[in-house]
């Protein structure tokens, strides 16, 4: 038996998928071929996607009928994040006697060697790598052959030419309703019914709180997570003392270390100038790019769009100059919460304490908190970033004779 996996989003699934899968299946003689669509995708930290079961029910309608096709909800079961080498793995347990073909684009061949584990990857299955009229050939075959030497099976296959993407068919929904044109002519009648009829890409998903912190959970370890919680109360307790608004701390604590734990090809992912930005070699360090990781993370797949909430998790790892009320009472909060119990730290609380509640008291707290990380830093020899120093310099004039 020979099947064949295409795994995405397919938010929503059109028929370039479908006549993709087809030409998969007929060049290469594959006796199924599954569509995937993929539960809580590493890569796709940018934005939200539709909730699993409008996606599954929108491929099965687009299907139907269809012999040889088939959908698998293995990814959209799972409670953590999806990898492709988790799932090939999945589909060699279920059809231990299989050849297992894995159907990409050729736009992804030059990624795979980002893809996690996929040296184990390569010795489950093989690679259908779909070819589309007009693609850069040179670039396709280098791609091809490239991973051959690292131990691939790569396959070509014909692909149809269907120039739409879904991205494409949700703006044209959000902006022209569901009976947009482009709609009609690459989604499958039964599914462009569904769209209609559950209202989905009409408009911008507002934050929903209750998704975001659930996202965030699944994604960080538990004491991380935990420490989020503290940053969120301590904010609150700041703001309060300081006539801040509370509820805009709260939130930007909660989600301050949204983006602590992507790794740096989910930071290509997310937006490839990031991945730049954390290189050494560029000035930069993982260790403090979470902070505008985080703030994408907020903005585009939490829905935050208040400018205050996203500054305060772009600055505070490292603080800004120029930061305002709520980024500074997060940059302090991740230092004063109760649970850190380092004695730098346990100084910082017992000096905070003591300083006037006023712009001057907060400022000079800031500069308290600075001077530890900058301490820190240079006792481990490590990274020291300018923005940290500019910070400091700045709220020291801030904090005007306050000792």
């Known amino acids: 038996m020979r099947v064949g996996i295409s795994g995405g989003t397919f938010d929503p699934i059109h028929t370039g998928h479908i006549k993709s899968a087809l030409c998969a299946k007929e060049q290469l003689s594959l006796d199924k071929v599954f569509f995937v669509p993929c539960g809580e995708p590493p890569h796709k930290l940018s934005r939200r996607i539709t909730p699993d079961a409008d996606r599954v029910e929108m491929i099965k309608r687009s299907i139907d009928g269809i012999e040889g096709l088939d959908v698998s909800t293995y990814e959209v079961d799972k409670e953590e994040y999806s990898f492709s080498v988790d799932t090939v793995k999945y589909f060699a347990e279920q059809y231990p006697t299989a050849e297992l073909f894995f159907i990409i684009g050729a736009d992804v061949v030059g990624e795979l060697c980002h893809w996690k584990s996929i040296d184990e990857i390569f010795k489950i299955c093989s690679f259908a790598v779909l070819k589309r009229p007009g693609c850069d050939e040179e670039k396709f075959y280098r791609d091809i052959e490239e991973n051959r030497k690292n131990g691939g ?209 907060l400022a000079a707290a800031i500069v308290k908190a600075c001077d530890s990380s900058i301490a820190f830093v240079k006792s481990k020899n490590d990274f020291l970033c300018p923005a940290t120093l500019a910070t400091r310099e700045a709220f020291y004039r801030k904090k005007g004779d306050i000792q």
């Open 153 to 361: 099976t790569l396959y070509e296959v014909a692909d149809a030419q269907v120039d739409v993407a879904s991205e494409q068919i949700r703006e044209a929904v959000k902006n022209q309703g569901p009976d947009a044109e482009i709609v009609k002519k690459y989604v499958a009648p039964k599914a462009a019914e569904y769209i209609k009829e559950k209202e989905l890409y009409v408009k911008e998903l507002p934050f929903d709180e209750k998704f975001a912190l659930a996202d965030m959970k699944r994604r960080l370890k538990p004491e991380r997570f935990k420490h989020c919680l503290r940053v969120s109360a301590e904010a609150v307790r700041i703001a309060k003392e300081f006539g801040i608004d509370e509820e805009k701390c709260r939130i930007a604590g909660l989600f301050h270390d949204c983006g602590k734990e992507v790794s740096f090809h989910q930071l290509y992912w997310l937006d490839p100038k990031l991945q730049d930005e954390a290189l050494p070699e560029n000035g930069g360090s993982m260790k403090v790019i979470h902070g505008p990781a985080g703030s994408l993370i907020a903005r585009k797949k939490y829905g935050i769009i208040d400018r205050e909430i996203l500054d305060a998790i772009r600055f505070h790892v490292t603080g800004a100059p120029d930061m305002g009320p709520v980024a500074q009472v997060v940059f302090l909060a991740d230092y004063t919460e109760p649970g850190r119990d380092d004695e730098a730290l346990k100084d910082i609380r017992k000096y905070f304490a003591t300083c006037p509640r006023t712009e001057e008291g």
